[in-house]
């Protein structure tokens, strides 16, 4: 079923028939190019897209669905109102996102105020990110504490992050991680149970990229960055990064920061090693859009919408 309904059902002669535009041209979810609806514009049967309407709704008005995706219900929440629900914006800040035309709703820019959609189906989009309205869905950023496993349990006893979501997983919560760490590299970890995201945000076609400083003993020579951007044979094949940076030369040690794609096992500090300077110390501190910032080693916080608009964006979704 489709998602996108107006207080009325145009076409079907509950308003007064004057009913006004309520999207623009937006790009499809698929990429498709926008359609726009003129001032004015008339259902059309042919492709299914029915030009949106303010007019009031019969009381019990029943779903319409259309050929192509938008159905009409009534019953359905106002766009404002799930966008400040989702956390994005006030309902006055999201009053003014729509009317900037930033609001996309399964594919179109909607620029008129009090479009009812179903929170539960409309694929709702600020700024070309997505906006998860599901409730049931997670999204946690952890520091991952050095000497943790990155695993859910620990048949040897040995602390693991399963410890630090204990509660949440006792309170029914089904999270897991997306990826691993050493248990020797500190840093960023995301937890879900939005198994299509995670799997996106593991899978190296996405190459989403994942920042790393590393502490190194010795003074790395300029042109190591080049080296390391064109790359090097590894036991298991080429490996190269996307950007390589020195950042601090003190009292006999480098910090560097590369970041990178992929998630071979121990790939940074493999990759190091062949270069002539093993890792000393190593944390991880963003992948893609979602960055660590301050949080402390063992701590752990939930994403806001924004952030989790900006992972859907960077896998595609
Ligand atoms: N590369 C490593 O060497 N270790 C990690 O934990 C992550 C990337």
Redesign the pocket.
């Known amino acids: 079923m489709g998602t996108a309904s107006r207080d009325g059902k145009p076409g079907q002669g509950s308003g007064n028939g004057r009913g006004k535009p309520a999207r623009k041209g937006g790009t499809g979810q698929h990429g498709a190019k926008r359609k726009p609806h003129r001032k004015g514009a008339q259902p059309d049967a042919a492709t299914g897209r029915v030009r949106l309407n303010n007019a009031k709704p019969a009381r019990k008005q029943v779903a319409d669905q259309t050929g192509d995706g938008a159905t009409y219900i009534s019953d359905g929440m106002r766009l404002q109102k799930v966008l400040a629900a989702a956390g994005v914006a006030s309902r006055r800040g999201a009053e003014e996102m729509i009317a900037a035309g930033r609001v996309e709703v399964d594919g179109e820019i909607v620029v008129e105020q009090g479009l009812r959609i179903d929170p539960n189906t409309a694929i709702i989009k600020v700024d070309g990110a997505r906006v998860v309205i599901d409730e049931s869905k997670q999204y946690l950023a952890l520091n991952k504490p050095k000497g943790w496993q990155s695993t859910m349990s620990d048949e040897q006893g040995r602390p693991c992050i399963g410890d630090l979501v204990s509660e949440r997983v006792m309170a029914g919560q089904r999270l897991f991680h997306v990826g691993?760490?050493?248990a020797d590299?500190e840093g960023l970890i995301l937890l879900t149970n939005d198994g299509e995201l995670a799997h996106r945000l593991m899978h190296p076609s996405f190459e989403v990229p994942k920042t790393?400083l590393a502490t190194v003993r010795g003074q790395v020579p300029r042109g190591l960055g080049r080296v390391l951007r064109k790359g090097v044979t590894l036991d298991d094949g080429p490996a190269s990064v996307d950007d390589f940076a020195v950042l601090e030369l003190h009292e006999g040690r480098s910090l560097v920061r590369l970041i990178l794609h992929e998630?071979r096992k121990?790939?940074?500090?493999?990759l190091l090693a062949e270069v002539g300077f093993p890792?000393q110390s190593?944390v991880?501190t963003d992948i893609g859009p979602i960055a660590l910032g301050r949080q402390r080693p063992g701590s752990m916080r939930v994403l806001d919408s924004k952030e989790v608009g900006e992972l859907y964006k960077a896998v595609r979704m």
Do not use: F, K, M, Q
Not at 266 to 270: E, F
């Open positions: 691993r760490l050493d590299t790393y998630g121990h790939i940074v500090r493999r890792v190593l991880r």
